[in-house]
């Protein structure tokens, strides 16, 4: 199927990346070109078939339901790109 | 020093056992030999102090007696891995300087062993691509080049910082992971074995996440044995993953050299491909009179949704991608492009971190995963995915393992595929179908084509069924006796 310009722009705004107007017609063209190609799935019957989520046959393991770390904002906070005290800092996002 | 760094990682660790020579002699050579290929790319951070501290501390412990499996021996890390207090980037500008506090389960039980790092490789950015292009750092350049040329060619993606320092000896072994084929293609492309084991066989921890049901981690080395021995030291269980399988490590490195007589391997027909190179197709003709010469019993099997592989991977690995990268937003960790507002932020800091091919990825599993879109491409690819789960099953109850070339094609020119992605991702057409399934799969080093590069065999096995894929990996290496080296020009 082949998407167009308005359609990346909504996608690309779900996906919190900005791309410049110029650049969605080209984008549209590159995605349509993989997307036809992926087209060929119509193909394969897959009538009752279970969609298959993960290749481990194992059951998923429960752990008991207690801290095993935490209490050390110090290396949570490491890497932070902007920080104030123990806080992580964002741009204002409450008037 | 340059025979210490040709040793095999089994005589450089007899080697140190027998006090022929020191970790910190080993580790010195390897660190020169790194700074003396820079040309290479392959190495995107250098760590040479860490390395010769940790050098010296093996030979204390070698002289107390409590040396490690794999104590003293230089390996490389790729830069997927979370490594405590040393860059980790997954070769993505959005990443920044970003320092883990913390340190992967794969590193962590390597350097148990007593492993030394000698630094980070280079890869394709998030492990996404076929030919080191991807990568933030620039491409990797492949030791080898054409016989008669001198054209930069490409080592494979995504670990191709990891296969080219192997190749290049600017390392005994390296850490490396296949989503979709990234250690075997490059492993196929430098004349090296590269093994993904069983999904769940390596603990994911401290790995940077692409496609979640699809990574596992694995070696590359520069023999089955050297693959063998670095495999049975990354995996084993770890509750930190909650698809790690709580399954015995066996020692791999015994399975090889093992009589592969009365085996029954697969030859499965679909994956004789249209426009695959006639030398290709020899050197699997090659791979099936050596496994009959050894004992084997070769059995035509059908995979018949081979084809249809790829295109349902192109759904399910950008899905999860871009559920997986929703978390490099500029706050917690990486680089941040300020914006007027939190979403400008996020934007803008998204739009300039991330390359050209993980953007495409993430808006391509953004559309499949949004409403209205989610039945037709992400349920109907998951659905595909069981018919080629179901063909390996089928195909098992007759046959023991698979042979199969690992890529279509030697290694191409650096730019030759970088304007078609499609045509790129056809690279993997016969690893994908292997993490689909969940299956091991190894590529080793079979031969080379008329311009005298590498070709490689893929050989797969059932789940957790790694031994059974060494000792035919073995049979292969002893049969191709592949001794071709690339000529040093860096």
Same mark, same amino acid.
């Given at each position: 199927?082949?998407?167009?310009?308005?359609?990346?722009?909504?996608?690309?705004?779900?996906?919190?990346?900005?791309?410049?107007?110029?650049?969605?017609? !080209?984008?549209?063209?590159?995605?349509?070109?993989?997307?036809?190609?992926?087209?060929?799935?119509?193909?394969?019957?897959?009538?009752?078939?279970?969609?298959?989520?993960?290749?481990?046959?194992?059951?998923?393991?429960?752990?008991?339901?207690?801290?095993?770390?935490?209490?050390?904002?110090?290396?949570?906070? !490491?890497?932070?790109?902007?920080?104030?005290?123990?806080?992580?800092?964002?741009?204002?996002?409450?008037? | 020093?340059?025979?210490?760094?040709?040793?095999?990682?089994?005589?450089?660790?007899?080697?140190?056992?027998?006090?022929?020579?020191?970790?910190?002699?080993?580790?010195?050579?390897?660190?020169?030999?790194?700074?003396?290929?820079?040309?290479?790319?392959?190495?995107?951070?250098?760590?040479?102090?860490?390395?010769?501290?940790?050098?010296?501390?093996?030979?204390?412990?070698?002289?107390?007696?409590? =040396?490690?499996?794999?104590?003293?021996?230089?390996?490389?890390?790729?830069?997927?891995?979370?490594?405590?207090?040393?860059?980790?980037?997954?070769?993505?500008?959005?990443?920044?300087?970003?320092?883990?506090?913390?340190?992967?389960?794969?590193?962590?039980?390597?350097?148990?062993?007593?492993?030394?790092?000698?630094?980070?490789?280079?890869?394709?950015?998030?492990?996404?691509?076929?030919?080191?292009?991807?990568?933030?750092?620039?491409?990797?350049?492949?030791?080898?080049?054409?016989? /008669?040329?001198?054209? &930069?060619?490409? &080592?494979?993606?995504?670990?191709?910082?990891?296969?080219?320092?192997?190749?290049?000896?600017?390392?005994?072994?390296?850490?490396?992971?296949?989503?979709?084929?990234?250690?075997?293609?490059?492993?196929?492309?430098?004349?090296?074995?590269?093994?993904?084991?069983?999904?769940?066989?390596?603990?994911?921890?401290?790995?940077?996440?692409?496609?979640?049901?699809?990574?596992?981690?694995?070696?590359?080395?520069?023999?089955?044995?050297? =693959?063998?021995?670095?495999?049975?030291?990354?995996?084993?269980?770890?509750?930190?993953?909650?698809?790690?399988?709580?399954?015995?490590?066996?020692?791999?490195?015994?399975?090889?050299?093992?009589?592969?007589?009365?085996?029954?391997?697969?030859? &499965?027909?679909?994956?004789?491909?249209?426009?695959?190179?006639?030398?290709?197709?020899?050197?699997?003709?090659?791979?099936?009179?050596?496994?009959?010469?050894?004992?084997?019993?070769?059995?035509?099997?059908?995979?018949?949704?081979?084809?249809?592989?790829?295109?349902?991977?192109?759904?399910?690995?950008?899905?999860?991608?871009?559920?997986?990268?929703?978390?490099?937003?500029?706050?917690?960790?990486?680089?941040?492009?300020?914006?007027?507002?939190?979403?400008?932020?996020?934007?803008?800091?998204?739009?300039? /971190?991330? /390359?050209?091919?993980?953007?495409?990825?993430?808006?391509?599993?953004?559309?499949?995963?949004?409403?209205?879109?989610?039945?037709?491409?992400?349920?109907? =690819?998951?659905?595909?995915?069981?018919?080629? =789960?179901?063909?390996?099953?089928?195909?098992?109850?007759?046959?023991?393992?698979?042979?199969?070339?690992?890529?279509?094609?030697?290694?191409?020119?650096?730019?030759?595929?970088?304007?078609?992605?499609?045509?790129?991702?056809?690279?993997?057409?016969?690893?994908?179908?292997?993490?689909?399934?969940?299956?091991?799969?190894?590529?080793?080093?079979?031969?080379?084509?008329?311009? /005298?590069?590498?070709?490689?065999?893929?050989?797969?096995?059932?789940?957790?069924?790694?031994?059974?894929?060494?000792?035919?990996?073995?049979?292969?290496?002893?049969?191709?006796?592949?001794?071709?080296?690339?000529?040093?020009?860096?």
């Amino acid at each position: 199927m082949a998407i167009d310009a308005a359609t990346v722009r909504k996608v690309a705004k779900l996906a919190r990346i900005a791309e410049p107007e110029d650049k969605l017609e !080209a984008l549209s063209k590159e995605l349509s070109g993989i997307l036809n190609w992926i087209e060929q799935l119509n193909e394969v019957d897959t009538d009752g078939v279970e969609p298959m989520t993960t290749a481990v046959h194992a059951k998923l393991p429960m752990r008991d339901d207690v801290v095993t770390e935490g209490g050390d904002p110090e290396r949570v906070l !490491a890497n932070a790109p902007k920080r104030a005290g123990a806080f992580f800092v964002v741009p204002k996002v409450v008037e | 020093m340059s025979e210490l760094t040709s040793l095999t990682l089994k005589a450089a660790l007899d080697g140190l056992a027998g006090k022929r020579f020191s970790s910190a002699e080993l580790t010195q050579a390897h660190v020169d030999a790194v700074a003396a290929a820079r040309p290479l790319n392959a190495y995107i951070l250098e760590t040479p102090e860490k390395a010769l501290d940790m050098a010296r501390a093996s030979d204390a412990r070698r002289a107390r007696g409590e =040396a490690g499996r794999l104590d003293g021996a230089p390996l490389g890390i790729k830069d997927l891995f979370c490594t405590e207090g040393v860059r980790s980037t997954a070769c993505s500008k959005i990443l920044g300087e970003f320092k883990p506090t913390y340190e992967s389960t794969v590193t962590t039980n390597l350097w148990r062993d007593g492993a030394v790092m000698l630094g980070k490789l280079n890869m394709d950015e998030f492990a996404m691509g076929s030919s080191n292009e991807t990568s933030a750092f620039g491409p990797v350049v492949n030791p080898w080049r054409a016989s /008669g040329g001198n054209a &930069p060619l490409t &080592p494979g993606g995504s670990s191709g910082g990891s296969a080219a320092a192997v190749a290049a000896e600017l390392c005994l072994g390296a850490t490396a992971t296949d989503t979709g084929g990234s250690i075997r293609q490059p492993a196929a492309f430098t004349g090296t074995v590269g093994i993904k084991p069983t999904y769940g066989r390596v603990s994911r921890w401290g790995i940077v996440a692409f496609a979640s049901s699809l990574d596992q981690a694995g070696p590359i080395a520069r023999t089955v044995e050297d =693959a063998a021995i670095l495999l049975s030291s990354m995996a084993g269980h770890d509750p930190k993953d909650s698809t790690s399988l709580d399954v015995e490590t066996p020692d791999f490195a015994s399975f090889v050299g093992k009589s592969v007589k009365g085996l029954r391997v697969g030859v &499965p027909k679909e994956y004789r491909v249209d426009g695959m190179p006639p030398e290709v197709d020899a050197i699997w003709e090659q791979g099936i009179a050596w496994l009959k010469e050894a004992g084997c019993e070769i059995v035509e099997v059908s995979l018949p949704h081979t084809k249809y592989a790829l295109p349902a991977y192109y759904i399910v690995a950008p899905a999860e991608a871009s559920s997986n990268l929703a978390r490099y937003d500029g706050v917690r960790y990486g680089s941040r492009v300020e914006g007027s507002n939190l979403t400008e932020m996020y934007e803008a800091t998204r739009a300039t /971190g991330f /390359g050209a091919e993980v953007k495409r990825r993430i808006l391509i599993g953004t559309y499949v995963l949004s409403a209205g879109y989610y039945d037709a491409y992400y349920l109907k =690819a998951l659905k595909v995915r069981r018919r080629i =789960a179901d063909d390996f099953d089928q195909a098992f109850e007759k046959v023991d393992a698979l042979l199969t070339p690992t890529a279509p094609s030697a290694a191409f020119g650096l730019g030759d595929k970088s304007d078609d992605p499609v045509a790129m991702y056809l690279n993997d057409i016969f690893t994908v179908t292997v993490n689909l399934a969940g299956l091991p799969g190894i590529s080793v080093p079979a031969g080379t084509d008329a311009n /005298g590069l590498p070709l490689g065999l893929q050989l797969i096995g059932k789940a957790l069924d790694e031994g059974t894929v060494f000792s035919l990996a073995g049979a292969i290496e002893k049969a191709a006796d592949f001794k071709a080296k690339p000529a040093k020009w860096w």
